[in-house]
T-cell receptor
């Protein structure tokens, strides 16, 4: 069973701190990885995609990929209360299938 | 560029009824995915259509079905509604060019079964 695992949280960080969200995946054949943000009652919104080992930065967000460890992370710098949401990690596996994790709930305290 | 659209936004049905949900993908996208998200839970994969064909199906009973039209829009049909079918139904679209399968979600249809 190919899986994407995330800590359900909630992860609570103070405003201005760095939030670190982690994800592991089981299929070594996975090539593409995605982070989505989902506000309560809304649909998931793509934040970042990452395909190569290392870091990818976009504004306050940095995605990190380590294929040897089968590990993906998302760092949110200068966290704001508006970042409070559920963050979904997804991995695109072979056979054109994308598997989503159950998500990590993040609370940013003002 | 218009995003993924879904209709209706909200729907209230009674147990045993049938419902049809609709989705229009982003222009140029040929793949459409359907997901069910019950309150407080994660995304459950329902169906994947590409180029008019059903490519994959999640672990749902046959009363969940759908189709994709020549213009790549899609319908999800649910027959014999049950209370536990109450959920947010999400449609996503992607282009398989480059094989990255970046999925973009529509706003969802909130289905309530009474």
């Amino acid at each position: 069973q190919k899986e994407v695992e995330q800590n359900s949280g909630p992860l609570s960080v103070p405003e201005g701190a760095i939030a670190s969200l982690n994800c592991t995946y089981s299929d070594r054949g996975s090539q593409s990885f995605f982070w989505y943000r989902q506000y309560s009652g809304k649909s998931p919104e793509l934040i970042m995609s990452i395909y190569s080992n290392g870091d990818k930065e976009d504004g306050r967000f940095t995605a990190q990929l380590n294929k040897a460890s089968q590990y993906v992370s998302l760092l949110i710098r200068d966290s704001q209360p508006s970042d409070s949401a559920t963050y979904l990690c997804a991995a695109h596996t072979g056979g054109f299938k994308t598997i989503f994790g159950a998500g990590t709930r993040l609370f940013v305290k003002a | 560029e218009a995003g993924v659209t879904q209709s209706p936004t909200h729907l209230i049905k009674t147990r045993g009824q049938q419902v049809t949900l609709r989705c229009s993908p982003i222009s140029g996208h040929t793949s459409v995915y359907w997901y069910q998200q019950a309150l407080g839970l994660g995304l459950q994969f329902l169906l994947w259509y590409d180029e008019g064909e059903e490519r994959n199906r999640g672990n749902f009973p046959p009363r969940f079905s759908g189709r994709q039209f020549p213009n790549y829009s899609s319908e999800l049909n649910v027959n014999a509604l049950e209370l536990e079918d109450s959920a947010l139904y999400l449609c996503a679209s992607s282009s398989l060019l480059g094989s990255t399968d970046t999925q973009y979600f529509g706003p969802g249809t909130r289905l309530t079964v009474l």
